[in-house]
């Protein structure tokens, strides 16, 4: 039978709102018979009809598309037996060009002038009645500040810290709600407004009002009702306004202050007053995914330590606390989270830096609720002082942007699939919405060159679409005339050095080609390269003028400029201090530059550039050739000798001819004098176990993998890791944390997903898949063996369906299940040496195991669709 499995707009298949008046729709299919393909495709979409010819997607050109309204779109396929299949999906559009009839209002006296802190919360309000019956009503709302609604009581909507983070002076996103089921016939709207990221205390200098002097809300509600009249609630100066309701206090780091004592009538509402953004940006309908709340967690252990009670989660993530008390009028909770425990039990909050993350709540009478709206913490312990275990029923959930899985990897090894687990957590605790390094510390920013990395890893386990082109919008709007891109993004008030974003940066600027690259590799959609085409080759002119900045001849190449301003190896465990990290900049640059470059002339090619498809190319062989030539004794030996030196050019291919070779066994020879711990920092992170195993050298790559030896990923989770830590050597043995002043200023964070890219590897080498084509159209699975695993499986989502690859070893003989996607082909290599070209369908292979000179043996297939022999 053929089946629709998933159909979307705008890749999300429900609740899509949107101002695109072109919209992206897409499409796949499964089916229980080998060798299906697709014959014919409608699209009907209100009363347009679209035969579509092209694989399941299809950019939107009908009749223009009107604001505001509801649409259903259905989809009709057949297959070559004749089998039919159909789906539909409703989407809504926005404002679109509509102009705003509401306008921004704040409080017109507050004036907020203290440094470093938030500012006061403003409570917005408007008052309606509806007398007649109403059909449809919906809210578009955004704000200067980070804003939550209630309606008659209750909370409206699901997603927490809107309007979202964005370079809000270029890029700002407004929310819309349905509220029909909401209102009543007298209503009360309340905005709550804390600082947020725009206004508020934000980065470790703690610098605030970077985008506004003070907050301001902007909001519309639509009304339609049953007799066809319409009414629009737009914010103006008849909206009122207050300082000071129940939220006493709000900042991202510092928590909440809470007073349930406080009520409407509590407060003391005055006129708001129009405010003129002393800019003008672009108000779109949420186009990143909304952040919401998911998994949902029960203390594993509470105890008591003096006079707090201590919660274990028994995971490490961000999110927030809901607290449900019994307690009397004026009762103070305090409630503080860490990642870690002292070794005496208490909470060690010492790595948080100036980040508070504290509630405190002063109780009404009775029983209650609460979960703080403006804040968010990265923990897995709390403590809660102040009231007695029985009165207070502490949970805790998960908060992150709305990131559907992509992908599953188990395999026999248990540790690693803890390791796997940790990865995941890593990438849900740090996709909140902008993908930032940590969720705990005076942090959680938008670094580049943490995800520029884990970005591979990162589009295997979710579906990563709109959370990472929203960020590019904001790279695109922040990149500097010069090509530099600020390291955080958006920068949002971090400009220390003050040349920093001017410089091209190794790596961290490396995110503008090697996250959009990485998206389309996994859904094969050219759109995220031509967006942001011109911001790649600005960046890497650039890195080419930095590389040749004061140097001449072939030294041009060779990028060797200022150390203090990169990153070099970031966190290497080889060395200790920051400073040595940097150093290594000379070798990491370079090879960013001849990684950067090369990709970019791919990326030429693919959109017909060749001018630019020959000069990247040259650029990438310069640098390359600089590296070989200066940092290499030409015969692929290291002048100086450390991991991520050898891991880069060999993963980049920059090596000539047997270099290569000699280079992997160098790296396999340091690796082994180094009983297989890792010594990379993070440029070399994500690479190493390729560069090993690619060359020969599986059995050390697995060694590593495997090794539970202070630093290696396994030896994170041997100490009961549950996400990545940012030191490979956070805890020691004992538990404590060995790190002294190594010029990072505490920089501890056990939950930084950048060492995690690991993960590329289990899914791309240890299950086999990897994408020939962008987006899977032809795919390989080429499982390498190793590392005493015996069974493994691999599953990713692909714009085509499901890739299933599962293997196992029972003495020497080796089998495989995998699944092909209708409309994708798939080379299946299997390790006796053999490969088959394998069409949609089921397949099983089973064959000898033979020693990794790949000598054939025997296989028997059940698969229909095979076409390869033997
Ligand atoms: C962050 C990192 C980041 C780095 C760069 C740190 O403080 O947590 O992950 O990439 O700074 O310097």
Redesign the pocket.
């Known amino acids: 039978m053929l089946q629709i499995k998933k159909f979307t707009v705008e890749e999300l298949d429900r609740g899509c709102v949107t101002d695109n008046e072109n919209p992206v729709f897409a499409w796949n299919y499964d089916s229980d018979r080998n060798g299906t393909t697709i014959v014919s495709q409608k699209l009907v979409i209100g009363d347009y009809e679209k035969e579509i010819l092209s694989d399941g997607s299809y950019t939107y050109d009908g009749p223009e598309l009107s604001s505001m309204r509801e649409y259903s779109a259905k989809l009709i396929a057949e297959a070559d037996n004749g089998d039919m299949a159909e789906k539909s999906i409703s989407f809504a559009t926005g404002k679109m060009h509509d102009p705003w009839s509401g306008q921004f209002i704040t409080d017109g006296e507050y004036v907020f002038k203290e440094k470093k802190i938030s500012p006061k919360v403003m409570v917005f309000r408007k008052k309606f009645a509806t007398d007649k019956k109403v059909s449809k009503a919906v809210i578009y709302s955004t704000a200067i500040g980070m804003y939550r609604l209630d309606l008659n009581g209750s909370k409206v909507g699901e997603d927490f810290l809107t309007p979202g983070f964005t370079s809000y002076k270029t890029n700002l996103q407004y929310q819309t709600y349905d509220v029909t089921d909401m209102l009543k016939e007298t209503n009360t709207l309340l905005a709550t407004l804390s600082g947020g990221w725009a206004v508020g205390s934000f980065v470790?200098s703690r610098v605030n009002r970077v985008t506004a002097d003070k907050q301001s809300f902007l909001c519309e509600l639509h009304i339609l009702f049953e007799d066809g009249t319409k009414e629009v609630i737009a914010t103006d100066a008849s909206w009122e306004v207050a300082l000071g309701g129940p939220v006493l206090s709000a900042d991202i780091y510092d928590g909440e202050e809470y007073d349930a004592r406080i009520g409407e009538g509590e407060m003391s509402f005055k006129k708001a007053s129009v405010y003129d953004l002393p800019f003008t940006t672009n108000i779109k309908a949420q186009y990143g995914l909304p952040v919401r709340e998911h998994e949902t967690f029960e203390a594993v252990s509470i105890r008591t330590a003096g006079d707090e009670i201590i919660y274990d989660f028994g995971q490490n993530f961000a999110g927030l606390v809901h607290l449900e008390i019994d307690g009397n009028k004026g009762e103070e909770i305090e409630v503080k989270h860490a990642e870690v425990l002292h070794p005496d039990g208490r909470l060690n909050t010492d790595f948080l830096r100036s980040a508070k993350a504290r509630i405190r709540y002063i109780c009404k009478d009775g029983h209650q609720e609460y979960c703080p709206s403006f804040t968010y913490m990265g923990f897995r312990y709390v403590s809660v002082k102040g009231i007695s275990a029985d009165r207070i029923k502490v949970t805790a959930r998960a908060l992150y942007s709305d990131v559907k899985d992509n992908g599953s990897f188990t395999c026999s090894n248990e540790m690693i699939n803890r390791l796997q687990e940790n990865i995941r957590w890593g990438a849900k605790s740090n996709f909140v919405d902008i993908p930032t390094?940590?969720p705990q510390?005076d942090?959680r920013?938008g670094?580049?060159?943490?995800i520029a990395l884990f970005a591979n890893t990162a589009v295997y386990n979710y579906d990563c679409g709109r959370f990472l082109k929203k960020w590019l919008k904001d790279m695109r709007a922040e990149q500097r005339a010069t090509g530099g891109i600020p390291?955080t993004i958006p920068s949002q008030g971090y400009g220390f050095p003050v040349t920093m974003p001017v410089i091209a940066v190794d790596f961290?600027g490396d995110a503008s080609v090697l996250v959009p690259y990485a998206q389309y590799m996994a859904d094969g959609d050219e759109k995220i390269l031509i967006d942001n085409y011109e911001m790649m080759k600005k960046y890497v002119n650039a890195c080419r003028f930095w590389a040749g900045f004061l140097s001449f001849g072939k030294r041009r190449h060779l990028w060797n400029t200022m150390s203090v301003l990169h990153?070099g190896d970031?966190v290497a465990p080889d060395v200790p201090k920051m400073s040595q990290w940097q150093k290594r900049s000379k070798w990491t640059a370079t090879a960013s530059l001849s990684n950067t470059s090369s990709l970019l002339s791919e990326i030429a090619g693919i959109l017909g550039k060749s001018e630019d498809e020959a000069l990247y190319k040259k650029v990438s062989e310069n640098a390359a050739d600089a590296y070989r030539k200066y940092l290499t004794d030409g015969n692929g030996k290291l002048k100086e000798e450390f991991q991520t030196a050898y891991v880069l050019p060999i993963y980049f291919g920059m090596f000539k001819g047997k270099e290569k070779a000699n280079a992997a066994n160098n790296l396999a020879e340091l690796v082994k004098k180094n009983d297989y711990k890792i010594g990379t920092g993070?440029p070399g992170t994500p690479y190493i176990l390729f560069a090993l195993a690619d060359n020969g050298h599986e059995d050390e790559a697995f060694n590593m993998l495997t090794n539970t030896q202070c630093p290696s990923w396994l030896y994170e989770v041997k100490m009961g890791a549950t996400t990545i830590w940012?030191r490979w050597d956070g805890l020691d043995e004992n538990g404590t944390c060995p790190i002294g002043d190594d010029g990072?200023e505490t920089?501890i964070?056990y939950n930084?997903y950048?060492s995690g890219a690991v993960g590329d590897f289990l899914y791309r080498r240890v299950a086999g898949i990897e994408a020939v084509t962008a987006g899977y159209k032809s795919f390989r699975i080429k499982p390498v063996i190793g590392g005493g695993i015996t069974s493994a499986s691999g599953k990713v989502d692909t714009p085509y369906g499901e890739i299933d690859s599962t293997w196992k070893v029972s003495g020497d003989v080796f089998s495989i299940e995998v699944h092909v996607p209708v409309g994708s082909t798939c080379q299946l290599f299997l390790p006796d040496g053999s490969s088959h070209h394998l069409e949609n369908g089921h397949h099983t292979f089973t064959c000898k195991m033979s020693p990794r000179d790949g000598v054939s043996g025997s296989f028997v297939s059940s698969g229909d669709g095979v076409k390869g022999s033997f």
Request: hydrophobic share 45%.
């Open positions: 470790f390094d940590c510390r942090e920013m670094w580049t060159g943490d390291n961290w990153f970031w993070f940012e990072t920089m964070s930084h950048a």
